[in-house]
Structure formats: C-alpha cells, structure tokens
C-alpha cells in the first residue's frame, strides 16, 4: 500500500514538474501567436487524466491554473491582467483535469484506448477554450477589452474568432498528440506494475 502511494505521489511530482517548465521556459507550453498565446500545455494535463483518473487530473488542472497566475505575476505579458483573476486562471484549468478524467474513464469502458485518448485529447482542449474564454467574458471581460485595445461590445466576436481558429488547432493537436503520448506511457506503467 505505502510503495503505490510512493509510486503515485512521483507520477504527479513529474507531471507537476513537466507543468512548471512548460509554464516558465518560453515557447513550451504557451506559444506566444500576436498578442495571444496558443496552449499546449493542457496536453500534459489531460495525459496525466488519461492515465491516472479524475482526481490526479484535477490536482494537475490546479497545480496549472496556479502556475499560470503565478507566470501572470512574475513574467507579465499583455494579459497578465487577466490571469491574476483566479476564477480566469484555475478554475478553468482544475476544469480541464478533472472532467479528462471522467471523460477518460467513461470512454475508455466503450472505445479502444487509442480512440478514447484521442476524444479525451479533443474533448479537454475543447473544455479548456470554452471555460478559459467563458470565464474571461464573465470575471475580467473589461480588463481583457482593454489589454487588448478593443471595445467590449467587440469581445463576443473576438471570442468566436478565437474558438474557430485558435480553439480548433488546439483541439486538433491535443487530439494527436495525447495517444501518442499516453499510449506508451501506458504501457511503460503497466510494465513497471510487473516488476
């Protein structure tokens, strides 16, 4: 019982670990795209959910929310006023891993395990736009309006542009890359359970 603890609580220390540096070394996680950012770093979120289920996910998700609003703070950008907002920054972010890991859990029942990281992959990116976004309109839409020198009446359509050409590349590429990395990563864990 106390070597699977062991076993569990060093998973989630390097997956927290990959987090912190895709979050402060540049271009890793975030990669800056005009004064916005596409994501890639919820990849590592939602793998961590696939693998491991809801509730390492959802300390994943908080652990990235955290480290966003920290990055806000220390290494400020021209939306750095909008990620200090934790209702901008975490709650989405928590959103993200624990529902890739309902998601995993329930598809993986049906679907092969490729086809079930490849959905959970596009569901969790899909998740990730929608809430960061919504919670962007309703906590700091103001703030996000200014930084970004546009009217609020204007944030709606700027919110749809960004779902339709931001969201869907995010969502494509998490839908790629999260069998490609859980999958062997998977299979390495099941290896080490033999041994």
């Not at 987090?19 to 975030?30: A, D, E, K, S, W």
């Not at 890639?40 to 793998?47: G, P």
């Not at 998700?61 to 990055?71: A, E, N, P, Q, Y």
């Not at 989405?92 to 995993?104: C, D, K, Q, Y």
């Amino acid at each position: 019982m106390m070597e699977n603890k062991t076993k569990q609580l060093t998973r989630l220390s390097l997956l927290i670990a990959v987090l912190v540096i895709q979050t402060f070394v540049p271009g890793i996680g975030y990669i800056p795209i005009g004064p916005i950012q596409a994501t890639i770093i919820h990849i590592t979120v939602i793998v961590g959910a696939c693998l491991f289920g809801r509730k390492t996910g959802f300390v994943l998700g908080l652990s990235w929310g955290v480290l966003r609003m920290i990055k806000a703070m220390l290494m400020p950008d021209i939306l750095s006023v909008v990620f200090i907002n934790p209702l901008v920054s975490v709650l989405p972010r928590l959103l993200v891993g624990w529902i890739s890991g309902v998601v995993a859990d329930f598809l993986g029942r049906y679907l092969s395990t490729k086809t079930s990281y490849t959905l959970t992959g596009v569901i969790g990116s899909i998740v990730n736009t929608v809430t960061v976004l919504t919670a962007i309109y309703l906590f700091a839409g103001e703030s996000y309006a200014d930084a970004l020198g546009i009217p609020e009446t204007a944030l709606m359509a700027t919110f749809i542009a960004a779902m339709g050409s931001n969201g869907v590349l995010e969502a494509v590429v998490s839908g790629i890359l999260t069998p490609l990395l859980a999958t062997p990563l998977a299979r390495g864990i099941k290896q080490s359970k033999l041994v």
